[in-house]
């Protein structure tokens, strides 16, 4: 079983200076079903998404993101295998597909150690953490990043930056 949890995404794409705001997601709904357009845009460009996957991930806020601070934050559990496991479908995002062109996320994760987790992605292009590295994959089995020594066990801000090539 993997588990991974966010407590909200935020998707930039622009280019140098010039970022819009894509969506962002704070998972803070009582549950998710797999109906659509349950997991709510908060920047306003309503980009709702969707749980999908079996077991479907829940939004969860039993225990705090900081101990002994109650209400700080709702946040998503994952379970389920690598393959087909509960996750969150964002569709319609603007992201350009011109080459160099740069998309960014930002997430806060909780790992748990489990091998092959993939925590952000889309087509072929994602966020691995897998045999004691986490970066980016591009699809072909490969890992451009760095250890992922000290990451499991606790929250991690992440924040990485996709450039078309």
């Given at each position: 079983m993997r588990f991974v949890a966010a407590l909200f995404f935020l998707l930039l794409a622009g280019q140098a200076a010039a970022a819009t705001l894509l969506g962002e997601y704070r998972?803070?709904?009582l549950q998710w079903t797999g109906a659509a357009a349950e997991v709510r845009?908060?920047?306003?460009?309503n980009r709702h998404g969707q749980a999908i996957g079996s077991p479907l991930p829940t939004p969860v806020d039993a225990a705090p993101a900081r101990p002994g601070k109650p209400g700080t934050c709702a946040y998503g559990s994952f379970p389920g295998p690598a393959g087909n496991g509960g996750a969150l479908s964002i569709g319609g995002l603007a992201?350009?597909?011109a080459p160099g062109a740069k998309t960014s996320v930002s997430f806060w994760m909780y790992w748990d150690g489990t091998n092959s987790v993939m925590p952000m992605g889309w087509n072929r292009h994602d966020l691995w953490l897998v045999n004691g590295h986490f970066g980016f994959n591009t699809g072909n089995s490969d890992?451009?990043?760095?250890s992922s020594a000290g990451l499991a066990n606790r929250w991690a801000h992440v924040v990485a930056e996709f450039t078309n090539g």
């Open positions: 998972l803070e709904e845009d908060t920047s306003g460009n992201v350009s597909l890992v451009y990043g760095i």
